[in-house]
Structures are given as structure tokens and as C-alpha cells.
């Protein structure tokens, strides 16, 4: 089992920044492949970021790609999303998620935090 909590979600105006935290426990954190992604009312939860179990690759949606930057830190147990020049349309709960595998589909995700609140005002 692992556990995922993240934190660093809240409001902020178009154009600024947040970082998104999420804090492993359980199981090797290292072993697992990270990922983020994000639901936004009236839609299914889609893809954000991922990072590889060593953090060498990462990967992300397009719709992020240059804004959004998803790093870890084995030794705590925490992977982040640095998000800049947040849109409106950015506005979502974001979720961590943990994969043996990674991949884009959430099928891959055998463990998943609770979500935190991401709203970006025009």
C-alpha cells in the first residue's frame, strides 16, 4: 500500500504560480512511477504529468507542456508540480497518483490521493 496526501492547492489570479505537493508513505516510493492529474467540473479526470521511479524523464499533456514542471525528491517521499502562468482553464482538483508502470491512462494508477483544489480567477 502506499499513501498519497497532497497539498498546496488554493486560488490564485491568472498568470501566477502554485506548487502542488504529495507526500508518500508506505511502500517504496522510489519504485513508483509518479503521476499528476486533474478534473475539472462537468469533466472526466485527464492526464497531467508523469515522472519516471528515477526522475530522469517526465512527460506532459500538452496543454501544460512549457507552464507546468513535475519533479520528486526520493529521500522525502514527494514528487511536485510546479505550475506557472496558471489559466483559467486551469482551474481543477488535482490528483497524485502512483504506477508500477506510468503511462498516460489512470488505469495504470494503483494509488491515488484525495485531491486538493486548484482555482485560477480570470
Known amino acids: 500500500q502506499v499513501q498519497l496526501v497532497e497539498s498546496g492547492g488554493g486560488l490564485v489570479q491568472a498568470g501566477g504560480s502554485l506548487r502542488l505537493s504529495c507526500a508518500a508513505s508506505?511502500?517504496?516510493?522510489?519504485?513508483?512511477?509518479m503521476g499528476w492529474f486533474r478534473q475539472a467540473p462537468g469533466k472526466e479526470r485527464e492526464f497531467v504529468a508523469r515522472?519516471?521511479?528515477?526522475?530522469?524523464?517526465?512527460y506532459y499533456a500538452d496543454s501544460v507542456k512549457g507552464r507546468f514542471t513535475i519533479t520528486r525528491d526520493n529521500a522525502k517521499n514527494t514528487v511536485y508540480l510546479q505550475m506557472n502562468t496558471l489559466k483559467p482553464e486551469d482551474t481543477a482538483v488535482y490528483y497524485c497518483?502512483?504506477?508500477?508502470?506510468?503511462?498516460?491512462?489512470?488505469?495504470?494508477?494503483?494509488?491515488w490521493g484525495q485531491g486538493t483544489q486548484v482555482t485560477v480567477s480570470s
Open positions: 497518483a502512483a504506477s508500477p508502470s506510468g503511462g498516460r491512462s489512470e488505469k495504470n494508477y494503483d494509488y
Open positions: 508506505g511502500r517504496t516510493f522510489s519504485g513508483y512511477v
Open positions: 515522472i519516471t521511479s528515477s526522475g530522469r524523464s517526465t
